[in-house]
């Protein structure tokens, strides 16, 4: 069974650009959620989508958005970048999440390293 | 919202001695604690994880404990090895909107030494 899998896994983006970042989850696996991390903040929680829609939003800004398609494949976007956004970009499939049914152990991508110039 | 602090940032050990990452957490909702293991340019993985109606779960050479009252819950390693030298996550999740959410720990770099 194939992992998750992120594209790009690196890039190189200027202050004002955009970016979407592509997560493709485990085979059979509904919810996608997304990870900032970076050295001393951890994994800050960005969003988590199941069956297309947003389920869950962490505390970021407007800038950062993000979506699901149908076949569970999930995107996000960053718009006007800055340079504290550089980052490791972690996505995570799991099974299922639903609230005191599943816990959903979840399975990580490898990320994107994203560096703002 | 939840928030789950975690100590200590960084953490070194002689191989062969134990090594023990504390966290806490606000949400008393909180109901499940997993801990990921994130080895340097690999992804997390889930090393061990514990639900809020137990108090201790072990797995060879790592257990978890939890204290709900105190909200606390701690990862134990004994006899450590040059390969569990990672970055070591904690994390609280808890129903929200229906769903799991979960929150991690700043992460502890742990360093066993040869």
């Known amino acids: 069974k194939a992992g998750v899998t992120q594209t790009p896994r690196y890039l190189i983006k200027t202050r004002g650009q955009q970016v979407t970042l592509s997560c493709s989850p485990i085979?059979?696996?509904?919810?996608v959620s997304w990870y900032q991390q970076t050295p001393g903040q951890g994994l800050q929680f960005l969003f988590e989508?199941?069956?297309?829609?947003?389920?869950n939003k962490g505390n970021f800004p407007g800038r950062f958005s993000g979506r699901q398609f149908s076949n569970s494949r999930s995107e996000m976007n960053v718009s006007t970048l800055e340079l504290g956004d550089s980052a490791l970009y972690l996505c995570a499939s799991s099974l299922h999440r639903l609230a005191g049914v599943n816990t959903g152990e979840l399975f990580f991508g490898e990320g994107s390293r994203l560096t703002v110039l | 919202g939840e928030n789950v602090e975690q100590h200590p940032s960084t953490l070194s050990v002689q191989e062969g001695d134990s090594a023990v990452i504390k966290c806490t957490y606000s949400?008393?909702?909180?109901?499940?604690f997993p801990w990921y293991k994130q080895e340097l340019g690999k992804r997390p993985q889930l090393i061990i994880d514990?639900?809020?109606?137990?108090g201790e779960k072990k797995d060879q050479r790592i257990a978890v404990t939890l204290n709900k009252t105190a909200k606390h819950f701690s990862l134990h390693i004994t006899e450590t090895q040059p390969e569990d030298s990672a970055v070591y996550f904690c994390a609280a999740s808890r129903p929200s909107g229906g769903y799991q959410k979960v929150t991690f720990g700043i992460g502890t770099k742990l360093q066993v030494i040869p």
């Open positions: 085979s059979g696996h509904r919810s």
């Open positions: 514990i639900r809020s109606n137990v």
């Open positions: 989508y199941f069956s297309e829609t947003q389920r």
């Open positions: 949400d008393s909702a909180s109901n499940y």
